[in-house]
């Protein structure tokens, strides 16, 4: 497990000096890449998005401290689930809005939501800090579309926490403060 996250740590560390730091289409891609080989078998023939702060990875180099995996059926999400545990991820709990599991030999924390979105935008909208407003389509084995916010460009060239203007209102707003601070510490 220690060796497999010096592993993990150093290859993000390549990438991020290889992309700059920054947010972009390519980078995005790459990581969601990297990622995803590492926890899920080759070719997996599931629709899913990647999505939300595993992405600062790529700003600050560190490896993410979860995976958040949005499913688009009830049916891609029972193969997402088999195909995880397949491939070395422990079950740990279920929650109200997810599925937690651990992969093995990586120490990724893969959080599987229980709500199902159409598309990448759709699930953006659940994000309240603009630097988690990035996300990657998964479809019959390779990332299929990206996309990254505006804000999220912006936040990530400034070094700055912002709340998504979507989420201005919402009910969480006190979770999201916290968020900002732990974001903050982080960046």
Known sequence: FFLASCFMADALSRLHQSLGGDLTTQSVTQLSESLLGIVLP??????????GGCFKSIIHGLPPKDLDLWPATKIDRAMLLEALQAQGSDWLKDTLFNSVLR?????????????????TLDVLTEFDLDLCCVGAE????????????????????????TVASHFMEHEFNLVTLQRIDRYAEEL
Not at 42 to 51: E, I, N, S, V
């Open 42 to 51: 080759r070719g997996f023939k599931g629709r899913f998005f990647l999505a």
């Open 138 to 161: 998964y479809a019959d084995g390779s990332i299929r579309s990206v996309h990254v916010s505006p804000g999220a460009v912006e936040g990530a060239a400034l070094r700055e926490i």
């Open 103 to 119: 992969h093995d030999s990586s120490g990724l924390v893969i959080e599987v939501t229980t709500k199902c979105f159409a598309s």
